[in-house]
């Protein structure tokens, strides 16, 4: 993933249409995936799910909630969200730092959902504007100034989305909505226990946390170019 400024101008003679159908192919382009890191990551993927499984076989309350296994989706958001402030701090020019806010507010809004602080040890003031109303305004508010911003110059931040979509950082970020919404399909759907719930959120928390350190360290090579 380069983002060089070429990439992002909107003068450009191909139209915003077709840098969208060539960065879906590019996704999926077999020639462009590389096997070897692939089977790695699956590899270590499938130790940590076992590693979870044999840890929920001797303790079962791991996969309840505020428990070790929401503990661990809310630690690799949140190491997520500070990753993707790098970026922003290292980005080279406003498309950039659009997206990255864009991305940083999604982690975000992850993780406000997923932790529930009305069960936790923390102070009043925190349980007040993590859940409800005084919630929904803030974090509303906060998609508003993303749209504004996106809004003063879409042309450039979408070819900037295009750039990065094809990249290793984006299919794992789409990986990572996958697992997301299959945790929420088995939850509403399916009923499932807790754990496998848990241990899909899980999965999906390691790869946010995955693509924003492969965002941040293209972000910090381009800007030292």
């Known amino acids: 993933m380069r983002w060089q400024r070429n990439e992002m101008n909107p003068d450009q ?16 382009a077999p020639r462009s995936v590389q096997l070897k890191p692939v ?9 940590i799910t076992a590693g ?10 791991i996969a ?18 500070l990753l993707l402030g790098g970026a922003i701090h290292s980005a080279a ?20 959902l997923e932790v529930d602080t009305r069960n936790m040890s923390v102070p009043v003031w925190v349980v007040r504007i993590s859940n409800g109303t005084i919630r929904n305004l803030w ?7 993303a749209a504004a911003l996106f809004l003063r110059q879409p042309r450039p931040v979408l070819s ?13 970020m789409l990986c990572s909505g996958l697992f997301w919404g299959a945790a929420l399909i088995a939850e509403k759907q399916f009923h499932v226990s807790f754990f496998v719930e848990e241990l899909l959120e899980c999965n999906a928390a390691l790869l946010t946390v995955q693509s924003a350190w492969l965002t941040f360290r293209q972000v910090r090579h381009d800007s030292c170019q």
């Open 13 to 28: 003679h191909q139209t915003l249409g077709s840098s969208c159908r060539q960065a879906i192919q590019r996704v999926f």
């Open 39 to 47: 089977l790695a990551w699956l590899a270590l993927y499938s130790a």
């Open 52 to 61: 979870w499984y044999m840890l929920w076989q001797g303790n079962p309350q």
């Open 64 to 81: 309840e909630e505020n428990c070790a296994m929401e503990s661990f989706e809310a630690l690799c958001l949140l190491v997520g969200i």
């Open 93 to 112: 020019g406003a498309p950039q730092r659009i997206l990255l806010f864009g991305l940083t507010l999604f982690y975000l809004t992850v993780l406000v």
């Open 139 to 145: 974090l509303g508010g906060l998609w508003v100034i």
């Open 160 to 172: 900037c989305f295009f750039s990065w979509l094809p990249s290793a950082a984006g299919r794992i």
